[in-house]
T-cell receptor, first 110, second 117 residues
Framework: GEDVEQSLFLSVREGDSSVINCTYT??????LYWYKQEPGAGLQLLTY?????DMKQDQRLTVLLNKKDKHLSLRIADTQTGDSAIYFC??????????FGKGTTLSVSS | GAVVSQHPSWVICKSGTSVKIECRSL??????MFWYRQFPKQSLMLMAT?????????EQGVEKDKFLINHASLTLSTLTVTSAHPEDSSFYIC?????????????FGPGTRLTVT
């Protein structure tokens, strides 16, 4: 079945870049997403990438997609303490449902 | 941007009772709504998908008689947890999708924390 894997924790210092990695299994996924969840809150869509793209940049966020290896990454430049949260990678399957990874907890220290 | 609300944000109920959670799309018509369950430090697990006016499609392992979903209008879906037990305690999140726009974007509600005592 579909599965999305992420590393569980990442710790960086303020001002450094953060890179969160994700692997997925469904090669037919049309869209791949990165969501952010702050404590006690719902999910906020950060960015998404269409499966025929290799890279997408949106201000401090850069998404890289290696479709051959089914690998997705999110790079956050100049990481700030406000970026501390859980980041979920998700793939869309059958053009309807989202399958989420377990989430990567990003901790930013000043 | 599109806003999805959930009510209540937190509910505590006694074992054996039923509790209803509402999910509303405030500024768009949601043709499809999704219900997810999230355990602490865990991923979101899709429970069911509902299209307005039709029966919900439940994921494998989700009891449809226990988790009743009603998507009666284009802006409202409800999840009723019937005969709740402590193991039903969880964070329930809904999302809504308006049509089949190019981004296939789902908008998420803030979640409802259910505690069954």
């Amino acid at each position: 079945g579909e599965d999305v894997e992420q590393s569980l924790f990442l710790s960086v210092r303020e001002g450094d870049s953060s890179v969160i990695n994700c692997t997925y299994t469904d090669s037919s996924s049309t869209y791949l997403y990165w969501y952010k969840q702050e404590p006690g809150a719902g999910l906020q869509l950060l960015t998404y990438i269409f499966s025929n793209m290799d890279m997408k940049q949106d201000q401090r966020l850069t998404v890289l997609l290696n479709k051959k290896d089914k690998h997705l990454s999110l790079r956050i430049a100049d990481t700030q303490t406000g970026d501390s949260a859980i980041y979920f990678c998700a793939e869309m399957v059958q053009e309807v449902a989202l399958i989420f990874g377990k989430g990567t907890t990003l901790s930013v220290s000043s | 941007g599109a806003v999805v609300s959930q009510h209540p944000s937190w509910v505590i109920c006694k074992s054996g009772t039923s509790v209803k959670i509402e999910c509303r799309s405030l500024d768009f018509q949601a043709t499809t709504m999704f219900w997810y369950r999230q355990f602490p430090k865990q991923s979101l697990m899709l429970m069911a998908t509902s299209n307005e006016g039709s029966k919900a499609t439940y994921e494998q392992g989700v009891e449809k008689d226990k988790f009743l979903i009603n998507h009666a209008s284009l802006t409202l879906s409800t999840l009723t947890v019937t005969s709740a037990h402590p193991e039903d305690s969880s964070f329930y999140i809904c999302s809504a999708r308006g049509g089949s726009g190019p981004t296939y974007e789902q908008y998420f509600g803030p979640g409802t924390r259910l505690t069954v005592t």
